[in-house]
């Protein structure tokens, strides 16, 4: 491509320039940024993985299980975890995941992946544990204004800092009678889905799920 003297010119004085240096605030916020849109990958691909193939995920709850003594959690290194119905919520979850039948993977959504985010923020400021957000706002709210579905729904996750663990806890259930955060899970209405996580100041970690059918 045929360039004047001044475009060369300046095109050579622009390669030449140095690149600004970015600050340790700044690179710390690139870090925190790539490691929470990584984690929220593995959260998507995890819950994917239990809806494809729910028979095989049964395994690793099979692995949870054996970790129960009493009514506690213990992983090595690890501060026990103190369940409220102990291993028999876990038996019911293995033996629902092997008799569920396969659904389709839920596709990320940028505007539910903005509403899950306000949700978590808010939460990790004030250190709530509901679904309604400080305002009144509802799941359903939150997601309308990033866009426009004919169903949604919200599971949240307190405490776990991996991705099997947040999905495995709103399989499980532990303590929530009609098991409404595995209903949402595997409800084959929900075609998408957002995720995001945020440090909460009582219970170390908030993984926000929204889940929705596009209008």
């Known amino acids: 491509m ?39 990958a593995d959260i998507v691909a995890e819950l994917n ?18 970790l129960f003594r009493g009514d506690r959690i213990e992983r090595p290194g690890e501060t026990a975890l103190l369940t409220r119905e102990g291993p028999a919520a876990a038996d019911e979850a293995i033996a629902f995941l092997e008799a569920q039948t396969p659904l389709p993977v839920l596709r990320e959504n940028p505007g539910l992946n903005r509403a899950a985010a306000d949700h978590a923020r808010e939460q990790s ?20 204004r990033q866009g426009r579905w004919t169903a949604t729904g919200e599971a949240i996750a307190y405490g776990p800092h991996r991705a099997e663990d947040v999905i495995l806890q ?5 303590g929530v009678p009609d098991r409404g955060h595995r209903r949402i899970l595997f409800n084959p209405v929900y075609e998408l889905i957002g995720v995001a996580c945020a440090p909460h100041p009582v219970w170390r970690e908030v993984c926000v799920l929204d889940f929705a059918r596009a209008a």
Request: charged share 20%.
């Open 49 to 66: 993985a239990a809806r494809t193939d729910p028979g095989a995920y049964a395994r690793k709850a099979r692995a949870l299980r054996a």
């Open 125 to 144: 400021r004030t250190g709530a544990v509901a679904h309604a957000s400080a305002d009144g706002s509802s799941p359903s709210d939150r997601m309308r």
């Open 2 to 40: 045929f360039r004047t003297p001044g475009l060369l010119l300046a095109a050579l004085l622009a390669s030449c320039a140095p690149v600004a240096a970015s600050s340790p605030v700044q690179d710390a916020a690139r870090s925190a940024a790539g490691e929470a849109a990584v984690f929220r």
């Open 170 to 174: 709103l399989i499980i259930d532990d």
